[in-house]
């Protein structure tokens, strides 16, 4: 990406999570990450599982059917890249977790 007129620096997205997500076993979970855009704004978002080393290549975060065993630590990493004309790659990038507290029915 070029950057507009006299605009060479990245500034990286900021992922805005809470500390802990309740929810109940054996419901669906569908969450989506949080973050204000940075400089330049196209982000991409992976999520990954300190459980299990599961990872979505996306803003939102998809259990079907969420388990006992899926409780844990969830990472969202928002990831932008700026190439200045002249200069190398530039990437932003900031990560937020989240503990998923599966509560038992």
Same mark, same amino acid.
């Given at each position: 990406?070029?950057?507009?007129?006299?605009?060479?620096?990245?500034?990286?997205?900021?992922?805005?999570?809470?500390?802990?997500?309740?929810?109940?076993?054996?419901?669906?979970?569908?969450?989506?990450?949080?973050?204000?855009?940075?400089?330049? !704004?196209?982000?991409?978002?992976?999520?990954? !599982?300190?459980?299990?080393?599961?990872?979505?290549?996306?803003?939102?975060?998809?259990?079907?059917?969420?388990?006992? !065993?899926?409780?844990?630590?969830?990472?969202?990493?928002?990831?932008?890249?700026?190439?200045?004309?002249?200069?190398?790659?530039?990437?932003? !990038?900031?990560?937020?977790?989240?503990?998923?507290?599966?509560?038992?029915?």
């Amino acid at each position: 990406m070029d950057p507009t007129k006299g605009n060479t620096k990245t500034v990286g997205p900021k992922v805005q999570l809470p500390q802990t997500y309740d929810i109940l076993e054996g419901s669906v979970l569908n969450y989506h990450c949080p973050f204000i855009p940075g400089n330049p !704004s196209q982000t991409s978002l992976v999520w990954t !599982s300190s459980v299990n080393n599961r990872q979505w290549n996306s803003q939102i975060v998809s259990i079907s059917s969420v388990q006992k !065993s899926d409780d844990g630590m969830y990472t969202c990493t928002a990831t932008n890249q700026m190439t200045p004309t002249g200069y190398p790659v530039q990437t932003g !990038s900031q990560g937020g977790n989240m503990h998923l507290n599966v509560q038992c029915m």
